[in-house]
């Protein structure tokens, strides 16, 4: 994890979002929908959930952010293959060993396989209760989350 500076009276990224640096070194949402590079995913939100904290924060201060590298692994809610961030169902054959990127579809991102820049590739492939679909002992074909690890 690192800490980037952050103005949070600009900044609306949220907890679990990809986020960059701009050209100030200041930490800022992904304003494209398929990103060439990602700094990180926010740990916290920009702006403090808290109204009492968000009333002692001065305008310039600092967000953790989870370092986007190989060392690391992400769970992706949403799945999608069309480049487009279409919902799909994520399995085995569609989503592990396949190169893709976070992409914004306007409601939530994805992990879209067909998008045009492949920041990550899926490792993984869990069901609704977090468990691999690799080492189910009950062969499932469909699963609900996407283990993802950046390129």
Avoid: H
Avoid at 63 to 72: C, F, G, I, M, Y
């Amino acid at each position: 994890r690192a800490a980037f500076r952050t103005n949070i009276t600009a900044a609306t990224f949220r907890e679990g979002e990809p986020v960059v640096l701009d050209g100030s070194n200041e930490l800022v949402e992904c304003a494209v929908v398929d990103p060439p590079v990602i700094t990180g995913i926010a740990v916290e939100p920009a702006v403090s959930r808290s109204s009492m904290m968000a009333g002692l924060e001065i305008s310039d201060t600092f967000r953790l952010v989870e370092r986007w590298t190989p060392n690391n692994t992400f769970v992706c809610r949403y799945f999608a293959t069309d480049g487009a961030g279409t919902l799909a169902t994520p399995t085995q054959a569609n989503a592990v060993g396949q190169a893709g990127n976070l992409y914004s579809n306007g409601t939530q991102w994805t992990f879209d396989t067909g998008a045009a820049n492949n920041n990550a590739v899926g490792i993984d492939v869990l069901d609704g209760n977090g468990n691999s679909l690799q080492n189910d002992l009950v062969p499932n074909t469909a699963g609900a989350f996407v283990v993802i690890r950046p390129l």
